[in-house]
């Protein structure tokens, strides 16, 4: 182990059916352990995140694949957390392993640039997609029952870098996984009877507006969340932590693709995260079955196991 087992990981293993931590970990290195895909991690990555993030992540997905159904396994966190590298990464790492696994994100299925725009046009953070009522989710939901049928599963692709950072849909992919991983910042948040007083009072009326639009939308999303066989949370110990997190995944987007993003544009971003849906309901997802609490370096401080969790003996929630 690279550093001091955080809490909860012991009984997060024990629903994968890993009673014996050293056992696990024994598994993984004959494997490659730390090492293993390590050159798959498109940004720099520390030790403590690949044993307590990345090989428990993976070892439920091996969970699910010896369950002998399609499962979806879901990934929530706030934006910038790396949540998307975290799941190409066990992507890369299941195919070294001979593993039929795909990983599709939300962002995939933004709308195509034109309709993207419409769609955003007028909210009081100058967004180009990221808000409820950016994705088509006709075409995700066709997607998942087509796979579901004959397993296969097709899926647009979208690229962030396009038309100066707002992005368009570029190609799409085509596989036959057993597993899929799906990921999302407001993946898995549905209403919570929940009243944030200290939140409205800072809103505008035009985020009030909007808001409610973006609360109104969520509920279409709640036919997908269904789909979900299992969802871990990777959750900030404080929200306004995404903001950090951004800055720092733009900077590597602006190396790797030479797009560059004003200061404004982040600011505007972060304020959307923050104001569209209440932050309750982001910190609370009732389908979660492991919430890793993540420090501001993205450590792992802690690991919460709820009773909803998927072991290796379970079968697929939808079938």
């Not at 404004?264 to 309750?280: E, I």
């Amino acid at each position: 182990m690279p550093q001091r087992v955080p809490d909860g990981l012991l009984p997060l293993l024990a629903n994968l059916d890993w009673s014996n931590v050293e056992d696990w970990w024994d598994r993984w290195e004959r494997v490659g352990g730390l090492n293993l895909a390590r050159d798959q991690w498109s940004v720099p990555v520390v030790d403590g995140w690949v044993a307590f993030v990345g090989l428990p992540l993976l070892s439920r997905v091996e969970s699910a694949l010896h369950c002998g159904e399609r499962v979806i396994l879901g990934v929530s966190a706030l934006p910038g957390c790396g949540k998307s590298t975290l799941c190409n990464w066990v992507k890369s790492a299941s195919q070294q392993l001979g593993w039929p696994v795909e990983h599709l994100s939300l962002d995939d299925f933004y709308w195509p640039a034109e309709l993207l725009d419409k769609r955003m046009q007028g909210n009081p953070w100058s967004v180009p997609r990221a808000l409820p009522g950016s994705h088509d989710i006709d075409g995700l939901l066709q997607s998942l029952d087509e796979w579901k049928t004959n397993g296969q599963i097709t899926a647009p692709r979208f690229d962030k870098s396009l038309r100066n950072g707002r992005g368009d849909r570029y190609g799409s992919s085509s596989s036959r996984p057993q597993v899929v991983l799906m990921e999302g910042w407001f993946l898995g948040v549905s209403p919570l009877p929940s009243i944030e007083t200290e939140i409205l009072e800072g809103l505008s009326e035009q985020e009030l507006s909007w808001r409610s639009r973006a609360v109104s939308l969520l509920a279409e999303y709640q036919e997908i969340w269904a789909f979900l066989d299992d969802l871990w949370h990777l959750r900030a110990v404080r929200s306004d932590m995404s903001s950090r997190w951004k800055q720092q995944q733009l900077v590597t987007l602006e190396q790797q693709s030479g797009v560059g993003y004003r200061t404004s544009d982040l600011s505007d971003f972060n304020r959307m995260v923050l104001a569209a849906l209440p932050p309750s309901w982001l910190r609370n997802l009732r389908l979660s079955s492991a919430v890793m609490d993540l420090t501001e370096s993205r450590d792992v401080r802690e690991i919460h196991v709820l009773n909803t969790q998927l072991s290796a003996s379970s079968s697929s929630a939808t079938g």
